[in-house]
């Protein structure tokens, strides 16, 4: 498992709208391959950034499998108008004895 | 539930020894009130960087029941020798239908 952890700034005006299409946009992703989860979790100290943690079987299949198919622009078709600025992604990997 | 979200770096000499000391450290986590769960997870793109994931009943459980108890410091005197600089801490909260 690859955990894919992205930090999203949404645009102060566009908080409900974001969410709404969050709903869609994950009905896209969830159909790629080696899609686990989707977790999306609002800022208490920033209310304006998202916390976007998606579980993937292999990181290949979120960096390439997902990132380079057609189903990559219409997840950003979705979510994209709202972001205020460029989301910032890394991932992480499980610790043995950590789960 | 509020979900806890810290970012460690660690020094780059003390990876192994950082990640047994999590695992003493989380049972002192475990014990306070309001505790849900612990997850630790290492950078891909940033292998000193450490993700951990806390999930509380409350803001207040972490902020003010675990910080400010006694078994704050035994939590820390565990893993904070092998910090490479501050923790990055903040909190999140579920969005609505996006769990």
């Given at each position: 498992m690859i955990l894919e952890h992205a930090l999203i700034t949404v645009r102060p005006d566009a908080h409900a709208e974001f969410e709404v299409a969050m709903t869609k946009a994950r009905e896209v992703i969830a159909a790629a391959h080696g899609f686990g989860s989707l977790r999306l979790l609002s800022g208490v100290e920033s209310p304006d950034r998202y916390l976007l943690l998606v579980e993937w079987d292999s990181l290949e299949d979120h960096t390439t499998g997902f990132r380079e198919s057609p189903a990559f622009l219409e997840w950003r078709s979705h979510i994209?108008?709202?972001?205020?600025?460029q989301p910032e992604v890394d991932h992480y990997a499980p610790v043995a004895g950590l789960p």
């Open positions: 994209g108008p709202f972001f205020d600025g």
